[in-house]
């Protein structure tokens, strides 16, 4: 029988395009939030699971989980660092569900961080251009030319008109208005997501996710009566940065979640995830995703429900087509008519299948090792029906996540249960 794993806590900060802290004390504020959060004290953790995809190229230096490890004070722990690109924050979840189910660890910290800030927009670029095929860089290929492409490739096989993109961009961007973590908490319409600046075309500047810092975690432990977490008064954790760099209407406790122990702490019903062809000129078609689509038939095979049960859904919406092509490699909708789905409204959070309610990729931003954590953390808030959360999917009790490597050479999918 496989042992039940529970989401006990969760803490993020702010997405920013700038922070002004290092890597490690981004990562420890998270951490510390989840704790918090959690009401389990830092004593209790016998494992810790960092994300990260980008130090060697920002030259943010190694050993960041043992640097991290110290300054949690969590002595005698495990600790490592786990990297898949894109997908780095899912696949620590990943590790982190895998170290409890094993009997490795009965409580187990994850953490995804990024600073892309600590390097300048040139080097930055050039370490994202590397997350393509080997051949592929050499030819010049970068993953906004592969969205440019696949966005061109999608509007003329399914006759969409380009406004489908746009209305993606615009229904995230007013999903993260009011979330107090998000990068970009501005509205904006289908007009003005047409009239933005061309970065590969079809694709514009709002249909492409930012450059971002930031860092989210999480406590999972299992689910047995006799939870082994040492429990805390959760207001007796002190987070060790200033309460307002958490947001500009809510302390340090409400980013992080708050402070209810006995909220609902949802549970891992399935975890899987799956490679691809990895240079996208050899897979067949480059609308088909193939990573996208085996990895969410295991995961909803693993969880015991189909795509009709998800009340809420995280999709990996790094380019606004790729919003489109997953969902329906996914199975929430037939091939080609995700576009018409967006126009009607289905995928808005008062639609039959609320996506990115958060913001997505596209405006709650996308620090790389943090977004796959961030994805969780924003599902986990519906789940409780926290107010502090923003826009709210009201009655959700079940809600999937895909985190994805590159242009599809790796994703990882979750689902949870409330």
């Not at 994202?128 to 860089?137: C, D, G, N, Q, T």
């Not at 299992?222 to 500009?248: E, F, G, I, K, L």
């Not at 049960?309 to 080609?336: K, M, R, S």
Request: glycine fraction near 10%; include cysteine; charge should be negative.
């Amino acid at each position: 029988m496989t042992t039940e794993v529970r989401v006990r806590g969760v803490g993020m900060t702010p997405f920013e395009s700038e922070a002004e802290r290092s890597l490690t004390d981004l990562a420890a504020t998270a951490a510390e939030r989840a704790l918090t959060d959690a009401g389990v004290d830092p004593a209790a953790v016998d494992a810790l699971h960092l994300g990260n995809a980008l130090a060697e190229a920002l030259d943010e230096g190694a050993g960041l989980a043992n640097a991290l490890a110290a300054a949690l004070g969590l002595d005698g722990a495990s600790a490592d660092r786990i990297e898949n690109t894109s997908a780095t924050g899912a696949s620590a979840f990943h590790r982190g569900v895998e170290t409890l189910r094993s009997g490795d660890a009965d409580v187990a910290l994850v953490v995804g961080a990024e600073k892309m800030s600590a390097g300048d927009t040139r080097t930055v670029t050039e370490a994202i251009s590397r997350l393509v095929h080997r051949r592929e860089y050499a030819q010049g290929l970068t993953l906004p030319s592969f969205g440019g492409l696949a966005a061109g490739a999608y509007l003329d096989r399914h006759d969409a008109p380009r406004e489908a993109l746009a209305a993606v961009a615009a229904k995230n961007h007013e999903n993260a208005v009011d979330n107090p973590v998000a990068q970009f908490r501005k509205s904006i319409d289908v007009a003005d997501a047409l009239d933005s600046p061309v970065v590969a075309a079809p694709l514009r500047l709002y249909d492409c996710c930012p450059m971002s810092d930031g860092a989210a975690a999480v406590v999972l432990t299992r689910a047995a009566d006799d939870d082994p977490t040492d429990a805390m008064d959760p207001t007796d954790a002190t987070p060790t940065t200033d309460a307002s760099d958490a947001t500009d209407t809510a302390d340090a406790t409400d980013a992080a979640g708050g402070s209810d122990a006995d909220r609902v702490a949802p549970r891992v019903a399935g975890i899987a995830s799956a490679t691809g062809t990895h240079a996208v000129a050899e897979r067949p078609d480059p609308l088909s995703i193939e990573s996208v689509r085996t990895a969410g038939e295991r995961v909803f095979d693993c969880a015991g429900i189909r795509p009709d049960d998800v009340d809420v859904a995280c999709i990996h919406d790094a380019f606004t087509v790729l919003e489109l092509i997953e969902l329906e490699e996914l199975g929430f909708y037939e091939t080609g008519t995700a576009w018409e789905a967006t126009l009607d409204g289905d995928t808005a959070l008062d639609g039959e299948l609320p996506v990115n309610p958060g913001g997505g990729l596209k405006a709650r931003g996308h620090p790389l090792g943090a977004t796959g954590l961030s994805q969780i953390v924003e599902l986990v808030w519906q789940l409780r029906g926290d107010l502090h959360a923003g826009r709210r999917v009201d009655g959700a009790e079940t809600a999937f996540a895909i985190n994805v490597a590159g242009f599809g050479n790796n994703s990882v999918c979750t689902v949870l249960r409330a």
